[in-house]
């Protein structure tokens, strides 16, 4: 607990009543003994300030008009010297207008004159509960400022290279990456797109013996074709028209550390074989030269996509895969693993504030019911978008379901309609059942739907729609969208 010495740690919170009224004070405080707050009371602004210095106080129950300190002058010094403790204000007729100057200052919230004993009561509960959230929010954060100090594990949480790990889920895999990161053995991590597959390759990168070495992300999917595999691999003077001059690729340049392909399975077929070649032989030519470097790289692979599947189907040589899942490492979306959201919302809001200078301490509990119950079909990328434009709208220390975005609280209200029909609906005229017209019109809507969830990022959108980003850009002219 907060405000003086030796603070409260009962399920209830302290409340300190201020009224220059003594039987309004005397109703209040057996009002609140029998709901179970602990109650303290003070008959002016200046006792009650003397009073939180000396005795754990959470939430200050004060009238706005008072003779001395009033209510105005009390929200302003709370304000300043105890911004941990929260201030709800009571107003008579007439004086609303001072009870909202002083939500101004500081105060959460008032209630009118007279009131109803229920009203008190739940407002204070509602005090309590954002009370219980912002310090539930303060301490996480506390937590994961900790692991990034360099703490190993602090209360559930522990920071795996630059992987924060909280849930079973991740625990086990968390398992698996301190074992594989000591080993040489080509990975390959699978995971829908946002789950982290980059955070978990750095872990393998940055707690083996390579961490010195230079770790090298490539995008296989976001590469033009032509020039993948001399970006890769590397090319000799004149092997193509704009070749001025020797150049290596990222195998060479990843000397002692490690490659990162993303989305592997973009790559093309002439591409798959050399870099077959390279992992069996720990060797790679340049384009345009006959004579093989020998290279000294770990390999790490990631995608979102079926390989098993695409070899299956005879679009991923069957060799090659089974050469790059020597071990496999399969991250769950974030819907598989509810209880990361909120570490992860924390993390997040102390990154954002420290990049963008905001102040927001956390998540109340409404925003965090839509939080939890949404299924992020983005993942852990589209929560952290998400915590960023919502600190961004924020005007208190909270975030709100108001600064959440429209397609999470969308769902909410799905939610309390009633079950949503799941998915959209085609709609066919009875002399037009062209399969390939209904494909395209099925295409267009998804298309236009993943660009919608992404604010238009059309590399993110090309993830969730399980495309390269070379076809998505083919498609979007294809079917003219803006």
Not at 19 to 29: G, I, Q, S
Not at 383 to 400: D, F, S
Not at 448 to 473: C, F, I, M, V, Y
Request: net charge negative.
């Amino acid at each position: 607990m907060t405000g003086g010495p030796g603070a409260s740690t009962a399920g209830f919170s302290r409340i300190l009543v201020v009224d220059d009224e003594e039987p309004m004070r005397h109703m209040l405080e057996l009002l609140l003994r029998r709901a179970g707050f602990e109650v303290r009371s003070a008959a002016d602004g200046e006792l009650a300030l003397e009073l939180v210095e000396r005795e754990a106080v959470d939430v200050v129950l004060s009238d706005v008009r008072m003779p001395g300190l009033g209510g105005l002058e009390l929200a302003e010094r709370l304000s300043s010297a105890h911004p941990e403790i929260t201030l709800v204000m009571m107003s008579a007729f007439g004086t609303v207008d001072l009870a909202l100057e002083a939500m101004q200052r500081g105060a959460y919230d008032y209630i009118s004159k007279p009131f109803k004993q229920d009203e008190v009561v739940l407002t204070l509960r509602k005090a309590e509960e954002r009370l219980r959230l912002r310090r539930e929010n303060a301490n996480l954060r506390a937590r994961v400022a900790e692991l990034e100090a360099g703490a190993v594990a602090v209360d559930g949480i522990e920071l795996v290279g630059r992987l924060l790990i909280h849930s079973p889920a991740m625990r086990k895999i968390a398992k698996t990456v301190r074992k594989v990161s000591r080993f040489e053995t080509t990975v390959l991590v699978l995971g829908e797109s946002g789950v982290g597959k980059e955070l978990v390759s750095r872990a393998l990168h940055d707690l083996g013996d390579r961490a010195d070495g230079p770790f090298i992300a490539v995008n296989c999917g976001a590469i033009p074709e032509g020039l993948l595999e001399s970006e890769l691999f590397g090319h000799a003077k004149g092997a193509f028209t704009d070749a001025s001059s020797d150049k290596p690729g990222l195998f060479e340049a990843a000397a002692k550390g490690t490659v990162f392909l993303d989305e592997v399975g973009e790559l093309p077929a002439n591409v798959q074989v050399k870099l077959l070649r390279a992992l069996q032989e720990r060797e790679i030519r340049r384009v345009g030269e006959n004579t093989p470097r020998p290279i000294d790289v770990r390999v790490v692979a990631a995608t979102s996509r079926a390989l098993e599947q695409m070899v299956e189907q005879g679009e991923f040589r069957q060799d090659l895969f089974y050469r790059l899942a020597v071990m496999q490492l399969r991250i769950p979306p974030l819907r598989e693993r509810r209880e990361d959201i909120s570490m992860l919302a924390e993390h997040f809001l102390t990154t954002v504030n420290r990049r963008l200078g905001t102040a927001v301490e956390g998540v109340d509990a409404e925003a965090r019911r839509i939080m939890l119950a949404y299924d992020w079909p983005g993942n852990v990328r589209e929560l952290e978008n998400t915590l960023e434009h919502a600190a961004v709208l924020a005007e208190g220390p909270l975030i709100g379901p108001d600064e959440l975005p429209e397609r999470l609280r969308r769902g909410r209200r799905q939610a309390a309609d009633g079950p949503a029909e799941i998915g959209f609906a085609l709609h066919f005229s009875d002399d037009d059942l062209s399969v390939k017209r209904a494909q395209r019109r099925t295409e267009r809507e998804l298309i236009l739907r993943a660009l919608e969830q992404t604010d238009g990022n059309r590399t993110h959108a090309a993830k969730l729609l399980d495309l390269s980003h070379r076809a998505l850009l083919y498609k979007i002219k294809d079917y003219d969208i803006g």
